[in-house]
């Protein structure tokens, strides 16, 4: 079981806002660790789209935006495409694993 | 920069799986970088393997520390990757990636396009 907790699933309509939640603790997220997040379509390589909390690299459109608050960091999504349907992953690190990587769960967003 | 793993996509329980990442257009030995394994076993998420840099400083997950074993072959631009005794559960997407080094922790970016490999006999 991860130690970021994502739900499993997530859906909107095309043109709607969604955000995917990435719960975790005090040794990871609460203990000021980065947050960064990924889509991942099946049979594709997973593309870096949020890094560092907020950031998005060169090409990922400014629909996608991080955030974060305590032990917890959120990915939004607005004005929702279908190609937006994809897994989508939060990665942090932990104390209690020696700074070990941690990937949530995923969340599988569907586009109505 | 792009990686492109290489291997064998079916390995027998009890033998050795071996990977290879070929790194191009960048250099394994650049100091701000690790150089990452992660694997999706069928119907799960993401974990990570092990990181490692170009000097050989190494990461390995717990859970597979006793198996596991990375290195770096900077005259070819490359790094690998082999996991001893596999079993059935070994079986999964194999993917390498490039570890951005970062204070606070650093992502990944980019990943090779993953490579299946299935533990069978």
């Known amino acids: 079981q991860s130690v970021l907790t994502q739900p499993p699933s997530v859906s909107g309509a095309p043109g709607q806002r969604v955000t995917i939640s990435c719960t975790g603790s005090?040794?990871?997220?609460?203990?000021?660790?980065?947050v960064h997040w990924y889509q991942h379509l099946p049979g594709t390589a997973p593309k870096l789209l949020i890094y560092?909390?907020?950031n998005r690299p060169s090409g990922v459109p400014d629909r996608f935006s991080g955030s974060r608050s305590g032990t917890s960091a959120s990915l939004a999504i607005t004005g929702l495409q279908a190609e937006d349907e994809a897994d989508y992953y939060c990665?942090?690190?932990?104390?209690?694993?020696?700074?070990?990587?941690?990937f949530g769960g995923g969340t599988r967003l569907t586009v109505l | 920069v792009q990686l492109q793993e290489s291997g064998p996509g079916l390995v027998k329980p009890s033998q050795t799986l071996s990977l290879t990442c070929s790194v191009s257009?960048?250099?394994?030995?650049?100091?701000?970088?690790?150089w990452t394994w992660i694997r999706q076993r069928p119907g799960e998420g993401l974990e990570c393997i092990g990181y490692?840099?170009?000097?050989?400083?190494?990461y390995y997950n717990p859970s597979l520390k006793s198996r596991v074993m990375m290195s770096v072959d900077t005259s070819k631009n490359q790094f690998s990757l082999k996991v001893t005794s596999v079993i059935a559960a070994d079986t999964a997407v194999y993917y390498c990636?490039?570890?951005?080094?970062?204070?606070?922790?650093?992502?990944?970016?980019?990943w090779g396009q993953g490579t299946l490999v299935t533990v069978s006999s």
């Open positions: 990636a490039r570890l951005t080094i970062q204070p606070r922790g650093g992502w990944f970016d980019p």
């Open positions: 257009g960048g250099s394994t030995t650049s100091a701000a970088y690790y």
């Open positions: 490692m840099s170009y000097s050989e400083t190494t």
């Open positions: 005090s040794s990871n997220i609460g203990a000021d660790y980065d």
């Open positions: 560092a909390d907020t």
């Open positions: 990665q942090s690190y932990d104390n209690s694993l020696n700074g070990h990587v941690l």
